[in-house]
């Protein structure tokens, strides 16, 4: 396997040299063989060699495993020291394309960055992070995603006891603005240099021979930030857990903790258990990533001038541009929604206008957006009937065709845009949950094999995925999600 362990030629102090610990009997639960074409990473004949390469009782021939080393602002508190306690990463898997990828293991045993756990992870979040991270890659959000699931043959325990399995994940790197904050607090220098040396030449090398490639650095992760979240936003997507030591610097998504994706609309969303104060509520997403990228432009400061006001004015500068970087992304994206390629003053106010009827209203965010195309193919009806007070969208609806008409936006274009913006289907969350519980209680993962087939094409209606398409019930509905420690 051609396999280049960059990360692991850095100086130990960035990560510890550890092997997975081995399981008691490992047993290959779901491949996804489909990445693994596209990684170009051949898998092994049988289940049992998988299962041993992929909880980690058996490594493949030029890894390099190593635990990594960060800190992080977990809901505004500074940790000094976080780092892989759960987790371990294999190495870095390059195919012929030069295509680099991190191969990481969750749930392979203690590390000494535990913090006291045990370094396992039960089967649920297993199962959530597979069955999320792959929807959101069809979804087109940027994201990590998961290459196996293995289940361990051994229990671990929480507030019960569950069966335990291990999670491959598969990520462009593992870099996070926390692993800048490690050395940032120790006020190591070198550290950080050796750090953002190494993550422009792996994420961003046309940055290599510029004047200023330390401000420019900054610059693209505010920008990959900005347009991530402005993409989460257009599914309703609520992260749950936006610490810095979630915040990657290659602008994919990590960690499929307590996620979750919203139902009525409402921008005060929080699901996450440990959120108590809403710190990471749908509509604080955005502010919440800037507030990371100034902790980001905190630890470069050092590299961004000699002179350490200049380097303040430089930082303060750069960070304050993320909200029109996501201001243009997040408009674009929303625009879309309504048909609308490219958003201005109108559809601006349009979309506004139209969320501020929904939040009154409490109608599901994504089936209203789903329905929204069927006004422009003579069905109305299927819009207006999600809601009990129809007159004010009867009267938004003729604002928006007449938007559109003065923009000569066809209604073919239009619907066109709109159905490859508006998803049908989502991993929604009473979904998920089910699917978790018949894989740990019943052993039966029927249904989410399931789940995995109706997100593979999420923006395609298919008839036989209808009870896909429609909100929770009541009785169904999620009101808080967990993390997998």
Known sequence: MPFDNSYARLPEKFF???????????????????????????????????????????????????????????????????????????????????????????GSGQTRFSRNGDGRSPLGPVIREYIISEAMFRLGIPTTRSLAMVSTGENVFREEELPGAVLTRVAASHIRVGTFEYFASRSDHEGIKILAD???????????????????????????????????????????????????VSGETIDYGPCAFMDSYDPSTVFS????????????????????????????????????????????????????FFKEEYFTEMSSKLGIEHSDESSIALLNDLLEIMHKEKTDFTLSFRRLSQILKGNSDSFLSLF????????????WKTDLEDKEINPTD???????????????????????????????????????????NPYDENPEFEAYLNPPEPSEKVYQTFCGT
């Open 273 to 324: 258990s440990i959120d108590r104060y809403g710190r990471y509520a749908y509509a604080s997403q955005p502010s919440i990533a800037q507030w990371n990228m100034a902790g980001f432009a905190g630890c470069l400061l050092p590299l961004l001038h000699k002179d350490e006001a200049k380097a303040k004015e430089i930082g303060e500068k750069t960070v304050e541009q993320f909200r029109d």
């Open 16 to 106: 510890e040299r550890i092997n997975p610990v081995k399981v008691k009997k490992p047993k290959l639960i779901r491949v996804n063989r489909e990445l693994a074409d596209y990684m170009d990473f051949i898998l092994p004949a049988s289940e049992a060699e998988m299962a041993d390469i992929f909880s980690g009782n058996k490594l493949i021939h030029g890894t390099e495993p190593i635990a990594q080393v960060y800190a992080g602002h977990q809901f505004g508190h500074f940790v000094p020291r976080l780092g892989d306690g759960r987790a371990v990463l294999l190495g870095e898997f390059v195919n012929e394309k030069e295509l680099r990828f991190d191969i990481q293991l969750k």
């Open 198 to 248: 190494y993550t422009i030449n792996r994420h961003y090398p046309d940055l290599i021979n510029t004047e200023k490639p330390y401000v420019g650095l900054l610059e693209k992760v505010c920008a990959v930030q900005a347009k991530l979240v402005a993409r989460w936003m257009r599914i309703g997507f609520i992260h749950g857990v936006m610490n810095t030591d979630n915040t990657t």
């Open 414 to 456: 239009a619907i066109r845009t709109m159905e490859r913006s508006n998803p049908a289907y989502i991993p929604r969350n009473h979904q998920v949950e089910k699917a978790i519980s018949a894989a740990v209680y019943s052993n039966d993962l029927s249904y989410t094999d399931k789940l995995l087939q109706v997100l593979r």
């Open 388 to 399: 009990s007070n129809r007159e004010p969208f009867e009267k938004w609806i003729s604002d």
